[in-house]
Every structure is written in C-alpha cells, then in structure tokens.
C-alpha cells in the first residue's frame, strides 16, 4: 500500500526526538494549528475529583462540558455512587446574559436536600469564566446553610491543558483535609494517592499493602469518601501514583502536616513489586518487608507459567504508547518487555523535559519519544515504524483501528483491572488478543506484506 507523505509542523519538532543527541521541549501551550490529543483544564479536574462518590459534582455552564465529562472514568465505588450522575446548571443565553448565580444557588440547595451528600463540587467552565459569576461566594453561602463543605473548583478549560485542572482539583482537595476532630498521626499509615479504582484496581492494591500489615487512610480519589479525605493529613506517608494529577495535593500534604512523599507505579512486574518494598523501606520494618516479599513471591507465582505462553507470541512485536502522563509510560516500557516486545513510539499529553529524558534512557535506541502529539504524527510515526499494537485512550482508539492495527485501552474507560500482579495477567491478555487477532490479515496495510507469524 501506498503511504502519503506527512511533513511535521517546524514548531512541533522541538517536541519530538527521533534519535541523537537528546533536546525536547514540553509542558508548553499546544501549538496552534496542531490537534492535539489534550483535554482542557475543566477536564482535568473532573478526572480527579469525579471518583469521590459520596459528594455531588455540580457543573456549573453549559450542558456540552457536563456531557463531555460525565461518567469520565470507569471508577468503581464499593458504596455510594453519587459520583456516577452529572449534575449541571444548564446555562442557556438568557443566564449568561443576566448571570447564573442565582440559578446555581437553587441548583445546589436541591441537589443536597435530594441526595443528602458528604460533601458538594461546583466546577467552573469557560463561559462562567467570560461573565464573572461570583461561584465562590455562592457556595460560600449554601455551607453555611446547609452545613456541609461547598467547594467552587476553579477550572474554566481556557486556563489551559488539564494539568491546570490537576492543579485545581488538588487545592479543592486539601479545603477538606484536616477538617476532622482527631489530629495524631495513625501508625503504620499511608495515603494512596492518584489511583482512581479503574475496573476496581484500588481494591487490589489495598489488599497487598494490608497483607503486608500497612493501614491505608484514603485513597485520592479512587472509591473516594469525604470523611476519609478529611483523615489524610493522620497518614505517615503519601504513596503517589499518578505523578501528574495529584503531585500538587502530595506537596501540599508534605508542607502542612510535615507527610513525605514517594512514587510509585502498580503496573507490572516490576514496578508493582518496587512499590511494595519502598513502602517497607520506609518504615524500616523487618516484618514488613518480609511480609512483602511474601506476596510478591505468592503473586507471581500466580501468573508466570501463563506469561510464557503469551511472550512466545508477542516476542519480536511493536508497540506504541501514549498516555496521559509519562509515568505510567515507564511502566508499560517495563512490562512490554516481559511480554517481548518492542517499544519503538512511546509519549504522553503532559511529560516534563526531565520525564522525556528519562524515558529516552529507558528506552531502545531509535524509540521515538513524542510529547503533546497530534493524531497526523501518530499516523506518521505507526507508520514509519510498521507498529503491531498501539496502547492508549479513547482518542487513539480510532487512529490505531483506522491504521489497521491492534489497540490496547490503557486509560480511564477500560473495564478490566490492568494494575498489580493479577493485572500484568489480564494486560498480557489483552495485548495477545488485540495483537495476535486474525483480522489484521485483512489490513490494507499488510497487502504484499503476508501476515507476521
């Protein structure tokens, strides 16, 4: 098959490495003209503060930015589910005109005597931004009324990318931290921060870190909960997930209630098995860290005997991958190479220079590293680089099918737990039957080619 020629914007070259001496640019406004694959800030913060589901989240602005970001992740809760319903003032012309202040008033005082939540979020959206509605006083009046936390999340999405809506989230986050009555810190203690119980994933890791004799106080904001969240300035240590959403409430934690901060990843082999054994190393104790090796060892045992199987077919395969954030592209490097395969694209919306950097350290020679990309340079790349699998969100999805080639869903839609030991299985599953499906055959793309064995 014929491939078209796709020239990279001159600008967009400061953002892309292809090999040689390394020097990126990132964390800069995207480049107009480029479309690229980032949300706004709005966004961003209903990531973050969507999973906490026993509070309303109130819209305040037009119902599109309500339905853009309803349901956003497929966070599970083992209780409440508050958090899975959109609520959204529904600004029409007239309001925007007159003011919506009113109107978002009687739109939270009714959501909370419906539904009689711990807490309620009132995001900002652009047009809310342009006519100046006062969101903070409003909310300001209905806590004292209704005696519950009334948080304004200040997040109009022309603030820029969704890390200016992390950011956002973060400080809405810590007006309820430290908002209860007991103030000593929990022995033993640590707040899991950025895991959002994707496909219940959460759930799976508490359940390590309490095999291992550790008290978890609340998870940020995966099946998050009020009254935990109030809890978190009693934990001894912060164990940070996703480094880009929530290293802002981490900081903040840090500087307040004195609680150091590490990073950690839950996805695959390795990185699962360090973020264990940091947390026993930090609290320096022997049967910790004995107790964590002993889930290591038993969960593993679990699951490499049916690696092997799928490493035989993968070995050799190439993949891209762009997410979010560039942590967890570490980590999917990692495990593509348990399973045998060669990263040959690898990027994300929102990597800093450093995190670029360390990827192209990572990373084979003549892996291209690509930062704030657009759907014309990943077509380019895939190309170039004859991928077999592409792994990213919902929009790369459609990229990868129309290149005819296999995608694997590792953002906030998916429905299967892909983190911890169990989910290094359930990954390797997905990526042989999306790589190693028959239909590929029929690509245009392998025309002439044969099929790969």
Same mark, same amino acid.
């Given at each position: 098959?014929? #491939? ?18 390394? %020097? ?5 406004? #995207?480049? %107009?003209? @480029?479309?690229?694959?980032? @949300? ?30 309803? +349901? ?16 959204? #003032? ?70 820029? $990318? ?14 309820? *931290? ?40 609340? $998870? ?45 990843? !839950? ?22 860290? %004995? ?12 699951? /490499?005997?049916?690696?092997?199987? !799928? ?29 045998? /395969? ?10 800093? *220079? ?17 930062? +704030? #990309? ?61 790589? /190693? ?15 790969? @064995?």
């Amino acid at each position: 098959m014929a #491939t078209e020629t796709i020239n990279l914007l001159e600008k967009r070259k400061r953002h892309i490495h292809e090999g040689g001496e390394f %020097a990126m640019e990132a964390e800069k406004q #995207t480049l %107009a003209g @480029s479309v690229s694959q980032r @949300s706004c800030s709005f966004c961003g913060s209903r990531v973050v503060l969507y999973p906490i589901a026993d509070a309303i989240h109130v819209v305040h602005g037009p119902i599109g930015c309500a339905s853009y970001t309803w +349901d956003i992740r497929g966070s599970l809760s083992s209780g409440p589910e508050l958090h899975r319903l959109s609520f959204s #003032t529904d600004m029409q012309e007239k309001d925007v005109i007159y003011g919506g202040e009113k109107k978002l008033y009687s739109a939270i005082c009714e959501l909370i005597d419906e539904y009689n939540p711990k807490a309620a979020f009132i995001y900002t959206t652009c047009i809310i931004g342009v006519i100046g509605d006062d969101v903070g006083a409003v909310c300001k009046k209905v806590q004292a009324e209704k005696g519950i936390p009334v948080i304004a999340v200040d997040s109009e999405g022309f603030k820029g $990318s969704k890390k200016e809506g992390y950011k956002a989230a973060c400080d809405a986050l810590f007006k309820i *931290v430290g908002t209860d009555d007991v103030k000593e810190k929990i022995p033993k203690s640590i707040n899991i921060l950025g895991d959002f119980n994707i496909a219940g994933e959460i759930w799976v890791i508490k359940d390590y870190y309490e095999r291992m004799g550790v008290n978890v106080v609340c $998870s940020v904001s995966g099946d998050g909960r009020v009254d935990d969240i109030r809890k978190a300035g009693r934990a001894q240590l912060n164990v940070v997930q996703c480094s880009g959403s929530v290293s802002n409430l981490g900081k903040m934690l840090e500087h307040e209630y004195g609680t150091p901060m590490i990073r950690a990843s !839950y996805f695959g082999i390795e990185d699962m098995s360090k973020a264990l054994y940091d947390v026993a190393d930090f609290f320096d104790d022997d049967e910790m860290h %004995a107790a964590a090796s002993q889930v290591i060892k038993e969960e593993v045992a679990k699951l /490499m005997s049916q690696l092997a199987q !799928y490493r035989k077919d993968l070995k050799g395969k190439k993949a891209a991958i762009y997410t979010g954030g560039a942590f967890k592209v570490f980590s999917l490097v990692r495990s593509l190479r348990t399973l045998g /395969m060669d990263v040959v694209i690898a990027g994300s919306q929102t990597g800093s *220079v450093e995190d670029y950097e360390l990827l192209n350290q990572l990373c084979d020679p003549g892996t291209v590293i690509i930062d +704030d #990309t657009n759907p014309n340079e990943i077509a380019k790349f895939v190309k170039e680089k004859d991928v077999d699998l592409f792994i990213g969100g919902v929009k790369e999805r459609p990229i990868a099918f129309k290149l005819g080639i296999g995608f694997c869903d590792h953002n906030h839609e998916r429905k299967e737990a892909l983190a911890g030991f169990v989910g290094m299985l359930n990954f390797a599953k997905e990526v042989h039957s999306s790589v /190693m499906s028959p239909v590929w055959q029929f690509a245009p793309r392998r025309a002439g080619k044969g099929v790969r @064995s």
